[in-house]
């Protein structure tokens, strides 16, 4: 079966940069939908940023801008690069991919932005 592993995640003050990372493994094909979601506390778990399966990304507009989703797909990696992080950005993220037709998350990793 396939695993998502989440690292990165930390303690940082605002403005500064994260990033986190996605290993997959599994056997899997190339460019299959993946992302990054997060949830805050009290929160519903919302989409950061996503590959489609187009190869064209989306991010929600909290984060354009800011964040930057890449692979590498050699490494079967995922990537979500957080720069100038605010207090707002705390919250536990996920990988997730999609292979259809099951859906597939990571444990999340915890994001702390100090004000």
């Known amino acids: 079966q396939v695993q998502l592993v989440e690292s990165g995640g930390g303690l940082v003050q605002a403005g500064g940069s994260l990033r986190l990372s996605c290993g997959v493994s599994?056997?899997?094909?190339?460019?299959?939908?993946m992302g990054w979601y997060r949830q805050g506390p009290g929160k519903q778990r919302e989409l950061v940023a996503r590959?489609?399966?187009?190869?064209?990304?989306e991010y929600a507009d909290s984060v354009k801008g800011r964040f930057t989703i890449s692979r590498d797909n050699a490494k079967a990696t995922v990537y979500l690069q957080m720069n100038s992080l605010k207090p707002e950005d705390t919250a536990i993220y996920y990988c997730?991919?999609?292979?259809?037709?099951?859906?597939?998350w990571g444990q999340g990793t915890q994001v702390t932005v100090s004000a």
């Open positions: 590959f489609l399966s187009s190869g064209s990304t």
């Open positions: 997730h991919a999609l292979i259809y037709p099951r859906t597939y």
């Open positions: 599994g056997t899997i094909r190339s460019n299959i939908p």
